[in-house]
């Protein structure tokens, strides 16, 4: 596939810049309602427009129960939406595949594999020999920092690890975007700062697309290029904000930079509920 | 409070509490059957002593050997299709619903109260007795297949979707070992009730097997027999679940908790 997707690095941070050909994910009009138990519907997702550039890191932040995550699932292809259109290089979704590698925040590691077993999966799964596939996941597994715990089971791993394995696993098979589920939510704060910048320079070398649904605003602002904003019932995106921060990023250096605080503060007014919805 | 527990266990050799318990048991058997003398109830050390009687009887081992045979096949047909069948209906409401309603009927009906029935059909011989523990055994594996199917996370079978696996895939190589350790739970109840099943179905169509001896010997009144008898039906169904637990814990020991560093020895 195509693997030299790497975009440029000029007009990074901009809001959608016109792109030749379609995007790398295009949203369009996508509602998903669900069935109530009083039998009426529920609206979680109202017209959502969105589209992601080749190459390009886009947050979705949003309170819990805006319908991000299942935003998420419609774009992998794991939900259908119950209309609109979700394309990925301008061919319709119609399932998931192996050109969008998903991160969930639960790991979903296979409990009965080791970890080599777990990342060398989705690569015998596209065929290759058990040696060629054991190698790759080797690299990958040194290239989280897991280099040592290959034999070991999903169960003895901490947190962080487990989560760092997933992300081997999804990048070992080699998809052009990765969609990101919350993938840091059930880490502590340490953890989760040390894993954002092991994202960081993972993402830095391959520059994939990336769609990273997320709740907390320091690291939709410290990851993205854009930032979009949802509200809930319905879920709506209410506005996209570029974050005009300069690559590559050092945490401690933007933690002082004014733009990267004057970004907290906006998002976070942002997704201040209305004090009638407020739990 | 682990290191208390970790005391008592270091003064007592893992093997000596269950010794002791048999150990009790049998005082109680022979002092009961002494003193109480109720007719047909020999005490534990003439039972004992003809447990060589029957051990070094070619044709009581031939018998045995034939009820074990019996018992694995049943065990293993009911294994055939009581696995994909569970699994299928922890995934499928469609299946589920249609599957559902005829094992609520069958659930309460003693198996053993078919064989008449089968008897009928197949005759006495082995069909109709593998039939019977089939029939008694598949249950308790479709109920925990399907329990472990339907707790299969979710999102293991995305993460396998998203590699390209295919649904029926999915059911074999991802949602059959996530549910494993489940399965293996009703297997191990199986196992019991394939024993329970063989005896009963052997004291019915008598011809055969271990319940043979045991209910021919009742008959001729040699209640020595009869004790030593249950004796060993009882070992072999010990031998069998200590065999059985032997290879749950290589299959799923990927799932066992990890052993506390408290219980090592200081």
Redesign the interface.
Known sequence: MSEALSAPLAGRGAPAVPHPGPPMIGMAGVTKTFKRRDGGTHLALDTIDLDVAPGEFVSILGPSGCGKSTLL?IV???VAPSGGKVTVSGDPVT????D???V?Q?F?L????TVLGNVA??LR??GLSRRDAEARAGELIERVGLKGYERF?P??LSGGMKQRVAIA??LA?G?KILLMDEPFGALDAHTRIKLQNQLLELWERDRKTVLFVTHAVDEAVFLSDRVAVMSRQPGRIKEVVAIDLPRPRHRDELLLDRRYQRHVIDLERMIEDPPDLAS | MSRAASRTGAALRPGLPPFLACLALLLAWQIAARFLAVGGVPDALSTFRELPAIIGDREALGEIAASLRRMGAGFGLALLFSVPLGLLMGRSRLVSALVNPLLMVGYPVPKAALMPLIMLWLGVGDAAKILVIVLGVSLPIIYHSRQGARAVEEKLLWSAAAMGMSGPARLARIVLPAALPEILVGCRTGIVLALITMITSEMIARQTGAGNILFNALDMAQYETVYAMILVVSALGIALDVLFERLRSGLTGWAEPIPSPAIAPA
Do not use: I, L, S, V
């Open positions: 699932y992998g292809g794991f399932g998931p595949g192996p969008r590698g998903p969930f639960e979903a296979f409990p009965w594999k999966y989705g799964e596209g089971y169960q003895a696993r999804t098979y998809p």
